[in-house]
């Protein structure tokens, strides 16, 4: 059903990335194409404003707005009409985000450098965040959630919320989007969507404010978009096209290693879906329900393209290769059917989320968890983790010292300052602290 790559043979330490670069499947997107084509969509918001953002509104997604602000009472009256199902679910999506992001905030660690010198961690919130959600033929109120609760729980002041506008709803967002705003007491939502809305939130209009950073998923525009204004505002990350990886032994069901790679393959055609496997009959069996599952399933032109796509079966000797090709390839989502799963799960290096065992599906992650879902895509993985509370915090050194204690460095500031040639920065401590006679508030030894 998915192609094979056969790697039996190959000893653990050889299996990285200069091997398996071309090797492994994963879908090529072009950033720096679709840079070219919102660049100037990006110029357009930054002089006009929101004229542009109503003009590309318009010609984009075929809806003229007086104003990208949706009305407060849009967002009661979506909250007001939820299925009650829904909204239960969504409560419990955010009970449990907040839990697990609230032991993310960091305190502010005091470190005593010497008597009378102390330096403190001061994290610190940035002021607006803007929340991009992505909508079209499906709605994602989980990423409501999920972008919401980190910033929240951060303490950010201002949260907007930007999400395009549907023609067949009088211009508003998807009202499961405007509902999961509302229950989190979100009131700014902007029906805006692709570049125009990256725009809008990093530049601000008469509409909306700038924002100091930008979070969320989206298509390859909005990617781009963000590339673009990166330097003028924060932003989370470069969103590619959702991928798993399935490390799985002899002991793994089949139908439930099946069963993830459909649901991955579920988001997208250019979705990727890897399985790696050191027993040639799981391989097998995978493939048997897979054809049974793809058959069944409600998307299925877009499972069979991602599966036919970029998708493969990795065969390899042991764990220790299974681990080596995961952690070359870098997943978004990483799943570990196997025996002795928790161990295996601590060794990984390289992934935006390790779900360990047959009982914690990616599904599981993308809305129950309490993890986020907002995660690394790409291989970017190896250097970058997922969104969270400290995507919205920044560290501020306090450096407190008195005269004492800088007179103990001065000497070592002579020296450097010396060194580098920068000899006002020398007279500055000197201007304090004399080079010869007493220190003001010295501490005399006892």
């Given at each position: 059903?998915?192609?094979?790559?056969?790697?039996?043979?190959?000893?653990?330490?050889?299996?990285?990335?200069?091997?398996?670069?071309?090797?492994?499947?994963?879908?090529?997107?072009?950033?720096?194409?679709?840079?070219?084509?919102?660049?100037?969509?990006?110029?357009?918001?930054?002089?006009?404003?929101?004229?542009?953002?109503?003009?590309?509104?318009?010609?984009?997604?075929?809806?003229?707005?007086?104003?990208?602000?949706?009305?407060?009472?849009?967002?009661?009256?979506?909250?007001?009409?939820?299925?009650?199902?829904?909204r239960a679910a969504l409560q419990e999506?955010?009970?449990?985000?907040?839990?697990?992001?609230?032991?993310?905030?960091?305190?502010?660690?005091?470190?005593?450098?010497?008597?009378?010198?102390?330096?403190?961690?001061?994290?610190?919130?940035?002021?607006?965040?803007?929340?991009?959600?992505?909508?079209?033929?499906?709605?994602?109120?989980?990423?409501?959630?999920?972008?919401?609760?980190?910033?929240?729980?951060?303490?950010?002041?201002?949260?907007?919320?930007?999400?395009?506008?549907?023609?067949?709803?009088?211009?508003?967002?998807?009202?499961?989007?405007?509902?999961?705003?509302?229950?989190?007491?979100?009131?700014e939502v902007h029906a805006a969507g692709?570049?125009?809305?990256?725009?809008?939130?990093?530049?601000?209009?008469?509409?909306?404010?700038?924002?100091?950073?930008?979070?969320?998923?989206?298509?390859?525009?909005?990617?781009?978009?963000?590339?673009?204004?990166?330097?003028?505002?924060?932003?989370?990350?470069?969103?590619?096209?959702?991928?798993?990886?399935?490390?799985?032994?002899?002991?793994?069901?089949?139908?439930?290693?099946?069963?993830?790679?459909?649901?991955?393959?579920?988001?997208?055609?250019?979705?990727?879906?890897?399985?790696?496997?050191?027993?040639?009959?799981?391989?097998?069996?995978?493939?048997?329900?897979?054809?049974?599952?793809?058959?069944?399933?409600?998307?299925?032109?877009?499972?069979?393209?991602?599966?036919?796509?970029?998708?493969?079966?990795?065969?390899?000797?042991?764990?220790?290769?299974?681990?080596?090709?995961?952690?070359?390839?870098?997943?978004?989502?990483?799943?570990?059917?196997?025996?002795?799963?928790?161990?295996?799960?601590?060794?990984?290096?390289?992934?935006?989320?390790?779900?360990?065992?047959?009982?914690?599906?990616?599904?599981?992650?993308?809305?129950?968890?309490?993890?986020?879902?907002?995660?690394?895509?790409?291989?970017?993985?190896?250097?970058?983790?997922?969104?969270?509370?400290?995507?919205?915090?920044?560290?501020?050194?306090?450096?407190?010292?008195?005269?004492?204690?800088?007179?103990?460095?001065?000497?070592?500031?002579?020296?450097?300052?010396?060194?580098?040639?920068?000899?006002?920065?020398?007279?500055?401590?000197?201007?304090?602290?004399?080079?010869?006679?007493?220190?003001?508030?010295?501490?005399?030894?006892?």
């Amino acid at each position: 059903m998915i192609t094979r790559v056969d790697l039996r043979g190959e000893a653990a330490a050889n299996l990285r990335r200069p091997r398996l670069d071309g090797v492994l499947p994963r879908a090529r997107v072009d950033v720096e194409s679709a840079l070219e084509a919102v660049r100037p969509v990006c110029e357009d918001v930054r002089q006009r404003g929101a004229a542009a953002v109503r003009d590309q509104t318009r010609r984009f997604d075929g809806v003229d707005l007086a104003s990208t602000r949706v009305p407060e009472q849009a967002l009661a009256d979506a909250l007001a009409g939820l299925e009650p199902r829904v909204r239960a679910a969504l409560q419990e999506a955010a009970r449990r985000a907040r839990l697990v992001h609230e032991a993310q905030r960091p305190s502010d660690p005091v470190t005593k450098v010497a008597d009378g010198a102390t330096v403190t961690e001061r994290y610190v919130p940035v002021s607006r965040a803007g929340v991009y959600v992505p909508g079209g033929l499906v709605a994602y109120p989980s990423s409501v959630v999920m972008n919401v609760i980190p910033a929240q729980v951060a303490g950010v002041e201002e949260i907007a919320v930007a999400s395009p506008p549907q023609a067949g709803r009088d211009g508003l967002p998807h009202p499961a989007v405007l509902a999961a705003c509302a229950l989190l007491g979100v009131t700014e939502v902007h029906a805006a969507g692709g570049a125009q809305a990256i725009a809008m939130l990093g530049y601000g209009t008469e509409d909306c404010a700038p924002a100091d950073i930008i979070s969320g998923p989206g298509n390859v525009y909005v990617a781009a978009a963000k590339r673009l204004l990166m330097g003028r505002v924060g932003t989370d990350a470069e969103a590619g096209p959702t991928e798993i990886a399935i490390i799985a032994d002899g002991a793994a069901d089949p139908a439930l290693v099946a069963a993830d790679l459909v649901a991955q393959a579920e988001h997208d055609e250019l979705a990727a879906c890897l399985l790696i496997t050191t027993d040639p009959g799981l391989a097998d069996r995978t493939d048997t329900e897979l054809a049974r599952q793809v058959a069944a399933t409600r998307h299925r032109e877009r499972v069979e393209a991602a599966l036919a796509g970029q998708s493969a079966c990795v065969l390899v000797d042991d764990i220790d290769a299974a681990l080596a090709v995961s952690d070359a390839w870098a997943p978004e989502h990483l799943e570990i059917q196997a025996e002795g799963a928790a161990g295996i799960a601590a060794r990984v290096r390289n992934a935006g989320a390790v779900f360990v065992g047959p009982y914690a599906p990616v599904s599981l992650g993308d809305y129950l968890a309490g993890s986020n879902h907002v995660l690394p895509t790409g291989g970017t993985a190896r250097h970058s983790g997922g969104l969270s509370v400290l995507t919205f915090l920044r560290g501020i050194h306090v450096v407190d010292y008195d005269a004492a204690a800088l007179a103990e460095v001065a000497p070592y500031i002579d020296a450097l300052g010396g060194a580098e040639d920068l000899a006002a920065h020398v007279d500055a401590v000197r201007a304090r602290i004399p080079a010869s006679g007493p220190v003001p508030g010295a501490r005399r030894a006892p």
